[in-house]
């Protein structure tokens, strides 16, 4: 007597084989994507368009008053070195970082003090600002990413 088997399928050994050849693939593709970075850049995109926004609102409040905001503090170089050049989000930081809510005031100027999407706080933006002896200011992103170098000078 003969027998026939009509068994229609995969094998267990072929289903794993194609799971494997997936798994590989995908982890090519999460390589050559590399999301950290793409992650990265998009933080530095949104930090660049941060630092414009705050510069613009500086000059739309100067060419409006006559005169930068005073409590922008004249340095050589904005930079993490000096605490108080950081930017707070809100009025009444004192002598720990610079108001600039007369920004804000009424939404004249910026609805609201943008703020880094990774190094901010509760108090403090993570973007810092100063202005030259010749009233030049310069507004900049320290924390940026990927070794860039965020920073605006009108």
């Known amino acids: 007597m003969k027998t026939t088997s009509n068994q229609k399928g995969f ?4 289903i794993l084989l194609v799971v494997a050849a997936i798994a590989i693939l995908a982890g090519i593709v999460i390589l050559a994507i590399n999301p950290n970075k793409q992650l990265g850049d998009t933080r530095n ?3 660049r368009m941060d630092v414009n926004t705050i510069l613009n609102g500086v000059y739309q409040y100067s060419l409006s008053n006559g005169t930068l905001p005073t409590t922008i503090a004249q340095n050589a170089t904005c930079s993490l070195a000096s605490t108080t050049n950081q930017i707070c989000k809100t009025g009444g930081c004192g002598a720990t970082a610079t108001d600039l809510s007369a920004l804000t005031l009424n939404e ?13 706080t509760a108090t403090a933006t993570g973007y810092y600002i ?14 940026a990413e990927q070794s860039a170098t965020i920073s605006v000078t009108r």
Not at 108 to 120: H, K, N
């Open 11 to 14: 094998t267990l050994l072929e």
């Open 45 to 47: 995109a949104q930090r």
């Open 108 to 120: 004249a100027f910026l609805t609201a003090i943008p703020s880094d999407p990774q190094s901010s």
């Open 130 to 143: 100063v202005k030259s002896v010749n009233n030049r200011v310069t507004v900049c992103a320290p924390g």
